[in-house]
Nanobody
Framework: QVQLVESGGGSVQAGGSLGLSCAAS????????MAWFRQAPGKEREFVAQ???????TYADSVKGRFAISRDNAKNAVYLQMNNLKREDTGVYLC????????????RGQGTQVTVSS
């Protein structure tokens, strides 16, 4: 199992940047595919970005070109750099993990709030 704790959220004006971090504890962090999801008030949770064991990343169309996901297996951490933020990026951002053979992200953190104002 893996435990996840997010940090780095906050309030920023549209066009600004924020960096999120996710610290993982547990065994074999490098064996997990990591991802970020977000949930806005009144909306369903949505996928933001994913990074595989080898560092290959994929993004939701809404954040492509603005967000960058990365991981540091030596530090058991995954990051999300968010640039050119928009009001619609507001929400609770959650870090998630799954084993390669699993289809579902069974491990999630509590989340960190990101608020973008105009």
């Amino acid at each position: 199992q893996v435990q996840l704790v997010e940090s780095g959220g906050g309030s920023v004006q549209a066009g600004g940047s924020l960096g999120l971090s996710c610290a993982a504890s547990g065994r074999n962090f490098s064996g997990y595919v990591m991802a970020w999801f977000r949930q806005a008030p009144g909306k369903e949770r949505e996928f933001v970005a994913q990074i595989t064991l080898s560092g290959r990343s994929t993004y939701a169309d809404s954040v492509k070109g603005r967000f960058a996901i990365s991981r540091d297996n030596a530090k058991n951490a995954v990051y999300l750099q968010m640039n050119n933020l928009k009001r619609e990026d507001t929400g609770v951002y959650l870090c998630a993990a799954r084993l390669v053979m699993q289809a579902r992200y069974d491990y999630r953190g509590q989340g960190t709030q990101v608020t973008v104002s105009s």
